[in-house]
């Protein structure tokens, strides 16, 4: 049996070291390795979103990566995007607009739309629901959750 | 955005307003901790081996293998449940009840689904765990199976349990069956009925199996100590039926079992049977160490509890007025492996919306190879609805009367008696129709080819059950309050907000706890409509228990009898001495000094129901060349009663109407001709995206229920009901063939259309 | 997931040498969002999985207006459609490289993965195909260049051997008057596999009112991506027509031979292939005139 390779990462801004399995994936380090439960498992295979994290300045699945793969990258996760000041606008949207039932898909669904406005501070309704597409919620039916991004749109210009 | 329509006539100071939940910040930062995030000392992973056969005779399984294999430390089978040691006297009229909630959890004899629990492991690692189960040998002899209740009703049908016998109208058959029960109510008499009619429609209609869908897969992790303790972690609606079911089927004292509930990330009625906690607590009663058994995705599609199949007859009779005069309902739900559809449920919702003088409704649970049905959001009612409210839209069509005036000339209200018995009391159908004809959607019209416009309404019961609340004061005028009721959408704070309309306190002064089993008296799940209405009401009592000694040590502290101290809005003062007057916060601080502190506690039991109905709009959009199905708008209107925390109410109300868009364009369980599901991931379970849907506009009716203090009907379960229908009746006149079968794909409308 | 063994090699050299190591038990991972599923799943095994995303000529894309475009096989689709040379002047490649999963997949998903992956439904091969677009493969024995009708060879099989590693696609430079679009059908509108897909190209004369020549190549109804090159070339010299889309339409569907499963039927998915076809003929022929 193949050992444990050694990684060396950054996440969250913070250099981090791991020893993993070649087979865990980047979801199963940050849950299992490194105890950041924060990122959500919802389907082991890419289609649900709810392990979405930023790899190197784009969302990604962290199911569908692995974790020896993380070597010498940057990622965030939903544990980095808050500060030590308060949440993100887009946190604070999501809980003021009741966007969240449930809560488990919440994470997946702050980390994308935050990657979203970063680059697109003005996307509508349509690039909106088009960029969340590979984010499943079966709660609330979307709804609350657009018009939460919009309301983090204003509430990150002002 | 919506316009809710507000009837009750009573202001409140902080119920009806949108609060922050209390458990959001722990949300929105992945700090919340749910049940797959259990971290113990020596926590060891369990995986479980599966049936690849929908129905097969278990022969032999060899476990010597995975118990040898490095890092294995326990292995079970139902061998290992208590059931394998009780004899038929032991368990006497318990028997078969056992036998078949032990044969669900492990496969003892036959594998009657595919994905049936055959064995399962606990090792150091998931990954090894994998590799284990993989080495256990199971001999099979496979059995043809039956996948829908046409084919496990037809009288040479492969036999799921050989010794389940139909319950014939109360009356027990002899000879054994897969039809588990036939019920029936009856109202009237139907010929005569049919007699009145002008027109009379008859229909038939199937519905495909489907899932809850909730993106949190199902876990648990147990710790069975050595001195008989069990402690289990899940995610789960009911800690308490884990509970009890899990000491059921252990045979293990209901009180040397303590479920703690951790956040639960989706459920709609599937996350209440114990799967995977007496597996966890097996593995870990072996292996001495904690166990945590994940479900993947596709084991939850698989060998969780979908939503029944059915088949489905509806023969309506109508005057010329427009006037229901009869009604022949045939409903046959798939029970899945073993009985316990919730065809009774569908039976006594089918006609709720009208005052039906004369109806017959025959309901059958059958058992098919599919895993067992659980409850999914008003359970049975979709289905029934998809079926009664098609009729009445066709006979709409043909009569050409307008769908809202039929269902006005024919609703239900108060002091109608329904087909099962009940009598309605303050009820809000009517109400709803009436929004609904008044609403800017239904008035503009729809233009456009290829575009349909439908309409549907939808009931269920909402009825109460025990829930308990414990609320303790702190010394700053704030109060803990400590309930049983899983949050699975915001119910910490409509329970809360309804503690803090009591207390006559601010809402962020009250503090609510979710707690385990141990730490809280017996409350039901949190499901059917519920919790904010049931938990709620313990909340209003507990909170009422504290006020009242908090008057009590108001009148020791000021040496005055308790009859001259009044509590107003958080205020405690003397009815006739303006000086002494004190508030909450202020005699909290004294209660330490003044004899101890303040804890009232609440158990309750509200008889009696909530009745919540619903009418939807929806305009669409086919395809003609693909027969694709765009949802262009939606409006539900509902009665929720009393809107504790509105935007929680629009919420549910949008998350069961998208669910229903799911259930009726493209969700269903594709099994191929072994029974086998091929569709068990969410690539291929097809659940509507963002970018399938449009905004849902809600429209809450608030006629508040008389059987609640603050008018609380309940919310989540009827929004589900009436979209299967209204969708149906929209495609239907899109493309000018009636859609009698879902999901209502692309496939399917193209083939209704050619 | 069965235990593996994990190597980075840095130049093809290095991969090609990793990957002959094992044999058919090396597996090549680019964005791994299907390697990683069917190992998962057990419906592929291997003991070495080579990433492949450090050597620099999988991981690049470079246009040359007489070249055409030459795409590493590990590029995620994102950096596709991202590119200015390709947005200009390969839409039907956007069109695909932007539909492939959600934008989390297309974060990682390369069309090279798409093209060994060998999935009858993939979505990037028909627009490739359409655009007469050539695999450039190194292995132990050498380089060759394979024309993409003729890599896959069932589902989930190709024709790459033990060693081989898929380096490039080389996609022609677009001839002027010409366009290509690619469509699927699917139920929903995002993350589905194709019930049926199809990739048009066309080149229209300077008039931009007949056509000069087509390509037409299918998707998810067959054991592989087809190439019709009787619907194609039944356009080639004809006006631009409904008539003759017509006729290219009833061709393409001839060729289609799907089977019945989860994701639809015989009937329907043939069905599709003839809206399909006009649908994606009457883009391309748009985007040739410079419409769109």
């Known amino acids: 049996m193949p050992g444990l390779v050694h990684v060396s990462t950054t996440i969250n801004g913070n250099p981090t070291d791991f020893l993993c399995e070649p087979r865990q994936s980047l979801l199963e380090v940050l849950r299992d ?25 784009r969302i990604v699945t962290s199911c569908l990566v692995l974790g020896v793969e993380a070597q010498g990258k940057e990622i965030t996760t939903i544990e980095g995007v808050a500060s030590p000041e308060g949440l993100h606008p887009v946190q604070q949207a999501f809980l003021e607009n009741a966007a969240l039932q449930c809560g488990i898909c919440t994470p997946g669904f702050i980390v994308a739309t935050k990657a979203l406005l970063d680059r697109e501070p003005d996307a509508d309704e349509g690039r909106i629901r088009h960029w969340l597409a590979g984010n499943l919620c079966r709660c609330t039916g979307y709804d609350k959750i657009v018009r939460a991004v919009l309301d983090a749109e204003e509430k990150m210009k002002a | 955005m919506a316009s809710n329509i507000v009837l009750s006539e009573v202001e409140y100071n902080v119920v009806g307003k949108r609060h922050l939940r209390p458990d959001g910040v722990d949300k929105v930062t992945g700090r919340a901790q749910y049940g797959a995030d259990v971290q113990l000392t ?12 929908a129905h097969a005779r278990i022969k032999s399984i060899d476990t010597s293998a995975a118990e040898a294999y490095p890092g294995v430390h326990a292995v079970v089978t139902a061998a290992d449940l208590s059931f394998a040691s009780l004899s038929r006297e032991q368990l006497g009229g318990d028997y078969q009840r056992v036998k ?52 496990a009703m037809e009288p040479n049908a492969s036999l799921l349990h050989e010794d389940l016998f139909t319950s014939e109208l109360g009356e027990l058959s002899d000879k054994p069956s897969n039809v588990a029960s036939h019920m029936a109510f009856e109202t009237g008499d139907l010929e005569q009925g049919v007699q009145q009619a002008d027109v009379v429609l008859e229909r038939e209609f199937e519905t495909a199996s489907v899932h809850q869908g909730y993106i949190e897969p199902h876990n648990s992790t147990a710790f069975w100590n050595t001195d008989g303790q069990l402690n289990i972690w899940c995610s789960t609606q009911g800690p308490f039926v884990v509970r009890t079911s899990v000491a059921d089927i252990l045979r293990h004292p209901v009180s040397r079992v303590k479920v703690t509930p951790m956040e639960i990330g989706g459920g709609f009625g599937g996350k209440i049977t114990a799967y995977l906690e007496p597996i966890a607590a097996l593995l870990s009663r072996k292996s001495g160490r904690p166990v945590k058994v994940l479900m993947s995705r596709t084991e939850v599609f698989e060998a969780s509890g979908p939503a029944p199949g059915t088949w489905m007859k509806v023969k309506l009779g109508v005057t010329n007025e427009g006037k229901i005069t009869a009604a022949d309902i045939f409903l046959a739900f798939e029970a899945g492996a073993f009985p316990g559809s919730p065809v009774m449920q569908g039976a006594a919702c089918a006609l709720a919306c009208y005052d039906v003088p004369n109806a017959r409704i025959n309901g059958y649970d059958v058992v ?41 000339r024919n609703a239900s209200r108060e002091g109608v008696r329904r087909v099962e018995g009940p009598v309605f009391r303050r009820i809000g159908l009517v109400e709803c129709l009436e929004a609904v004809r008044n609403h800017d959607h239904y008035k503009a019209p729809l233009e456009g080819p290829n ?38 959408g915001g119910s910490r704070a409509s329970i809360a907000q309804q503690a803090a309309e009591t207390l006559g306190i601010a809402y962020e002064d009250v503090k609510p706890t979710v707690v385990d089993t141990d730490s809280i008296g017996y409350t039901m799940v949190t499901g059917g409509s519920r919790t904010t209405f049931a938990t709620g009401w313990a909340a209003i009592e507990a909170a009422e228990d504290v006020k009242t000694q908090m008057v009590e040590r108001a009148a020791r502290i000021w040496d005055t009898p308790i009859e001259d101290v009044q509590y107003i809005d958080g205020v405690l003062s003397h009815k006739s001495d303006p000086e002494l007057r004190m508030t909450f916060r202020e005699l909290a601080r004294q209660l330490l000094g003044t004899g101890g502190g303040i804890t009232g506690a609440s158990n309750v039991d509200p008889s009696g129901e909530g009745n919540g109905f619903g009418v939807h709009i929806v305009d669409v959009e086919v395809d003609p060349d693909t027969g694709k199905t765009t949802i262009l708008r939606y409006t539900a209107v509902q009665d929720a009663g009393k809107a504790i925390h509105p ?48 905004m849902i506009d809600t429209v809450i009716v608030e006629v508040a229920n008389p059987g609640h203090p603050y008018g609380v009907r309940g919310v989540g379960e009827v929004p589900i009901v009436p979209p299967l229908a209204a969708i149906g009746s929209a495609i239907s006149h899109a493309v000018g063939q009636r859609i009698d079968r879902l999901p209502a794909n692309p496939g399917a409308v193209l083939e209704a259309m050619s | 997931m069965e235990a593996v063994e994990f190597t980075t090699p840095k130049t093809i050299d ?26 998962r799943g057990g419906r592929r095994s291997a003991d070495l999985v080579v990433d492949l995303k450090d050597v620099p000529e999988l991981n690049e894309i470079s246009y040359n207006a007489s070249s055409g475009l030459t795409i590493g096989a590990a590029t995620p689709c994102y950096r596709l459609y991202a590119d200015a040379n390709v947005a200009a002047n390969y839409p039907g490649l956007v069109d695909s490289a932007s539909l492939i999963g959600s934008i989390q997949i297309q974060g990682r998903a390369s069309l090279g993965g798409n093209l060994c992956n060998s999935a009858p439904s993939a979505d990037a091969i028909p627009p490739m195909i359409a655009l007469g677009s050539v695999a450039n493969v190194v292995g132990p024995n050498g380089s060759r260049q394979i024309p993409v009708e003729d890599f896959c060879t069932g589902p989930g099989r190709n024709v790459l051997e033990p060693g081989e590693i898929l380096v490039s696609i080389n996609v022609p430079a677009p001839p002027a008057n010409s366009g290509a679009s690619y469509l699927r059908f699917i139920p929903r509108n995002e993350m589905d596999i194709a019930v049926a897909g199809v990739g048009s190209a066309v080149v229209l004369d300077g008039s931009g009112q007949n056509f000069v020549s087509a390509r037409i190549s299918l998707a998810s109804v067959a054991p592989t991506p087809v190439f019709c090159k009787a619907a194609g070339d039944s356009l ?45 003929l009457n883009i391309a022929i748009q985007r040739a005139r410079g419409e769109e």
């Open chain 1, 33 to 57: 390795v490194l105890g950041m439960t924060g990122t959500k498992e919802g389907c082991n295979d890419g289609n649900c979103g709810a392990c979405t994290v930023m790899f190197d300045g």
């Open chain 2, 42 to 53: 020596g926590l060891l992973q369990g995986k479980v081996l599966r049936s690849p056969h």
């Open chain 2, 100 to 151: 078949f909630a032990s044969n669900h959890v492990l496969a003892s004899e036959k594998a009657l689904f595919k994905g049936h629990p055959i064995a399962a492991v606990a090792a150091e690692s998931q990954h090894v765990a994998e590799e284990a189960v993989k080495l256990i040998k199971v001999e099979y002899e496979v059995l043809p199976p039956a996948m829908t209740v046409r084919q």
């Open chain 2, 368 to 408: 098919v190879n599919k895993p067992k049905t659980a409850a999914y959001r008003a359970p049975g009612s979709p289905q029934a609805a998809f079926a009664v409210e098609s009729v009445i839209d066709e006979i709409c069509e043909q009569m050409g009367m307008d769908p809202v005036e039929f269902r006005l």
């Open chain 2, 451 to 488: 575009r349909g416009r439908g309409v549907a309404a939808g009931f269920w019961f909402n009825r109460g059950f025990q829930s308990a609340v414990n609320i303790s004061v702190n010394p700053d005028g704030t109060v803990n309050l400590i309930e049983g009721s899983v949050d699975i």
């Open chain 2, 647 to 694: 935007s929680y109410v629009e919420g549910q109300m949008q998350g069961g109407v998208v669910q229903g868009i799911g259930w009726a364009l493209n969700e269903e369980y594709f099994f191929n001709d072994q029974g086998q599901m091929m569709n068990s991931s969410f690539l291929d379970y097809r659940m509507p995206t963002a970018l399938d849907l449009p």
């Open chain 3, 14 to 39: 290095e991969a090609v040498q990793a990957m002959a190591s094992k044999g058919d038990r090396a597996r090549a991972l680019a964005g791994g969002t299907d390697l990683l599923v069917q190992l």
């Open chain 3, 236 to 280: 080639a010299g004809k006006a631009v027509s409904d008539e003759a889309i017509e006729e290219a339409a009833r061709l393409a569907m001839e060729d289609a031979k799907p089977i019945t499963d989860m994701r639809g039927t015989i009937r329907q998915r043939i069905h599709l292939v003839g809206v399909l076809t006009r649908r994606t």
